[in-house]
């Protein structure tokens, strides 16, 4: 079957770094992304790997490597306003149950 | 604000009850999706929609179903519902149906099931 795993809850100190990991098990998908949603609130697009490698977008950084069945997520320079849950999708595409998959999402706590 | 909106808000109901909740695109999205997101857990994908045909369905239960109309808005009808249904429910879009393509979620629809 397809599964994706991320860590339930990271906490962090303001102005630091955070990687938040996933890891899946599935095969032949278009690529990565990552969804930030604060609570209360829809989740809001971050980023998309469609290739191996790093994808950087400001303070926000992706990294998938298809090899390791793994990607992960970087927030550099933390702010408050990172607190929030971030979940990890991939995109398997080759059956329509199987198109869409969210992980369950890892919770971010920013410390001051 | 993103541009995608969902009716209504908030929904209390009973059990066996029926309901239809309600979305629109963003101007210019063609594909709409409708996720399931209950208590402190990730999304599920249940049904996707593109310029007013099915594209894909995902963990949908039969008693839930969906359809877009020609003026691309959809809505989610769910009967004969039960407690376990109670979750937020919120529908996305984009422009080309491309599930890898950014998403642009609405502000969702709480669902209560008493």
């Known amino acids: 079957g397809q599964s994706l795993e991320q860590p339930s809850e990271v906490t962090a100190v303001e102005g630091a770094i955070v990687q938040i990991n996933c890891t899946y098990q599935?095969?032949?998908?278009?690529?990565l992304s990552w969804y930030q949603q604060h609570d209360g609130g829809a989740p809001t697009f971050l980023s998309y790997?469609?290739?191996?490698g790093l994808e950087e977008t400001g303070r926000f950084s992706s990294f998938l490597s298809r090899s390791d069945s793994y990607g992960y997520l970087l927030l550099q320079e933390l702010q408050m306003k990172d607190s929030a849950s971030y979940f990890c999708?991939?995109?398997?595409?080759?059956?329509?149950?199987?198109?869409?998959?969210f992980g369950s999402g890892t919770r971010l706590s920013i410390q001051p | 604000d993103s541009g995608v909106t969902q009716t209504p808000k908030h929904l209390i109901t009973a059990t066996g009850q029926r309901v239809t909740l309600r979305c629109s695109p963003r101007?210019?999205?063609?594909?709409v999706y409708w996720y399931q997101q209950s208590l402190d857990q990730g999304l599920q994908f249940l049904i996707q929609?593109?310029?007013?045909?099915?594209?894909a369905k995902g963990n949908i239960l039969e008693r839930f179903s969906a359809q877009q109309f020609p003026d691309l808005h959809s809505e989610l009808n769910l009967s004969s519902l039960e407690l376990g249904d109670s979750a937020l429910y919120f529908c996305?879009?984009?422009?080309?149906?491309?599930?890898?393509?950014?998403?642009?979620f609405g502000p969702g629809t709480r669902l209560t099931v008493l």
């Open positions: 790997n469609g290739l191996d």
């Open positions: 599935t095969s032949g998908f278009y690529g």
């Open positions: 101007s210019g999205d063609l594909s």
């Open positions: 929609y593109y310029n007013g045909e099915e594209r």
């Open positions: 999708a991939v995109f398997p595409g080759y059956s329509n149950a199987s198109k869409i998959i």
């Open positions: 996305a879009s984009n422009a080309l149906g491309l599930e890898y393509n950014e998403q642009f």
